[in-house]
């Protein structure tokens, strides 16, 4: 069973940086990609960043130069590194992982923009 485990979520204000964590059960390798998704209120899902396993990384319009995607094979583990935050970053944010045709997704963290 792929399971995944969002943290790092909360309140920040606006300018201010947080870091999600994803940890996957099983081995980071058998994924052909993973990544970050997010949610606002009224919105549809929408891609946030994705690393493939060897490295390469692609990120949507509105974090670039602002947000990092990483990944830790070893340790099974993805990250968001979140910068120059703004309050239209607000939302859910949801990990993803694709693998043998299927997306897996944990259950979401809050990320709140506010002064």
């Known amino acids: 069973q792929d399971r995944l485990v969002e943290s790092g979520g909360g309140l920040v204000q606006p300018g201010g940086s947080l870091t999600l964590s994803c940890a996957i059960s099983?081995?980071?390798?058998?994924?052909?990609?993973v990544g970050w998704y997010r949610q606002a209120p009224g919105k549809e899902r929408e891609l946030v960043a994705q690393?493939?396993?060897?490295?390469?990384?692609h990120y949507a319009d509105g974090v670039k130069g602002r947000f990092i995607v990483s990944r830790d094979n070893d340790m099974n583990t993805m990250y968001l590194q979140m910068n120059s935050l703004k309050p239209e970053d607000t939302a859910v944010y949801y990990c993803?992982?694709?693998?043998?045709?299927?997306?897996?997704w944990g259950q979401g963290t809050q990320v709140t923009v506010s002064s």
């Open positions: 993803n992982a694709q693998a043998d045709g299927s997306d897996y």
């Open positions: 690393v493939f396993p060897t490295g390469p990384t």
């Open positions: 099983g081995s980071m390798w058998r994924y052909n990609a």
